[in-house]
């Protein structure tokens, strides 16, 4: 492995976050609050260690595919680490795990908190807060590849890793302006939602703050009850869309800039996007309005944000879905698993991998049936390679493997079934809340020490779709096996 390497790009990564750290530091200026010396002593921090760590001389500037999948894991522990520095120098979360647990939360946008009373941290905390989300959405090193484009051909592998579903295509040749571009397109679907916010009547740092955790499928709100706390319906209404906009494959929205519209609503992934959420806005909606909770309309409201919030894994509420009846509660965990389309910011399993799966089985039985034809998987008229069925079906092996190992060792903390087993999907699959006690009106402060550095591997784990952070904890095993 490359350590040298690593260990210089990662330099460039804190570098990066220390200029991420300077907008907080100007809100905290502005409003004249508690974090302006919490984030100047953080950027210092940053900036030493990266210069010291950028200086490392290593001669070997190539990135393998091992040593491209453990600096991504290993980058994202390190961001982590240092992005808790703001909440613990300003007091605002005094233990080092709670602290490191949020900054997690943030960067893989899963939403989950162990903050009871938000509206009493700095403005300028809440706005790191939220804008870890936005940072996290796209991807920490995406932005690296942003901001420093000039890389190595092996930086290939760090794409790869960070980004999401079964594969990474680059929009264009060179890996820095592929970079660019998304997260061009990711700046300006902001910045449309900031506007389109600031229309409906929220201001101007409750609109950057929320629209961080939308476009970032984050979900951290600078209020303690979510979006509920507006009372808004434009505002419920406008929240929505991006969402689900945001759980849209950004490769998607790249073509349609090229004039490619027959792709964007051909796209299978997208299709099966589409079709999931409406059925499951229906389907919920008969639900409450049949048993009584709201009016039709009513029900058409909360339905249609709860369901683009879970399976785009944001975790806002509007509504303490918790007290829902149980077929509603059961699709909202099914959609908890499914998640968003690969390349978008959501979490999840993702829609795409979903489609493979049930290709595979159609091919099982028409190979039973015809045991002597040839089926091939295609999607989108391109043929699906067999590598990439079989990683597909690892994934789900896998995926329910650490969520099942998971949930047992929660459970240690003596909680009921649901609270233990949605705790870990609500954080494997980057969502935020779950039910029973981390509920939308509940958050996972109780926990034990070891139950919240659990979840907060679970939360990297599924940002990072698991391999990255099982090839880091390998690696060494693997050597000393010979493999």
Known sequence: MNIRMIL?????????????????????????DNGTFA??????????????MYRIKADNKNFYARDGFSFVALSWVTVSVFGSLPYIFSSSITSFI????????????????????????????????????WMGGMGVLVLTLAVLPTVGAGFFHVLKAESTGPNIEKLVPKLGQTAKILYSIYIVITAILVSALLIAGMPLYDALVHAFGTTGTGGFSSRNSSIAAYGNI???????????????????????????????????????????VLIAILLITLDLNAQGFFSLGESIRYSSFQV?????????????????????????????????SAGSTSGGIKCIRFVL??????????????????????????????????????????????FALSSLFISL??????????????????????????????????????SKTLLSFCMIAGRLEILPMLILFSSYSFKKAGI
């Open 8 to 32: 210089k790009s990662l330099g460039i990564v804190i570098i990066v976050e220390a200029i991420c750290m300077i907008p907080s530091l100007i809100v905290s200026i502005v409003y004249g």
């Open 39 to 52: 984030f100047v002593y953080s950027i210092i921090i940053c900036l030493v260690t990266g210069l010291a």
């Open 98 to 133: 709670d602290a490191v647990f949020e900054t997690v939360s943030g960067f893989t946008t899963t939403g989950a908190t162990i903050l009871k009373q938000v509206e009493r941290l700095p403005e300028s905390i809440l706005f790191w807060r939220s804008f870890t989300t």
């Open 234 to 276: 434009y505002i419920e209404v406008i929240i929505t869309v991006f969402m689900f906009l945001s759980g849209v494959n950004f490769s998607l929205y790249y073509q349609l800039l090229k004039g490619n519209f027959k792709g964007f609503y051909k796209n299978q992934e997208f299709k099966f996007y589409v079709s999931t």
């Open 308 to 340: 683009s919030s879970i399976i785009t894994t944001t975790g806002f509420s509007t509504t303490d879905f918790n007290l829902w009846p149980t077929f509603s509660k059961i699709i909202l965990i099914l959609l908890m698993f499914i998640g968003g």
């Open 357 to 402: 799966l049930f290709k595979i089985i159609k091919r099982d039985i028409l190979n039973i049936i015809h045991p002597k034809a040839v089926h091939t998987i295609k999607i989108d008229g391109k043929t699906v390679n067999e590598d990439t069925l079989a990683h597909t079906m690892s994934f789900f092996f896998i995926y329910f493997a650490v």
């Open 413 to 450: 903390d003596g909680n009921d079934l649901v609270t233990s087993a949605t705790s870990v999907v609500a954080t494997l699959s980057n969502i935020g809340p779950g039910f029973g006690n981390v509920g939308p009106m509940g958050n996972f402060s109780s926990f034990s020490w070891f």
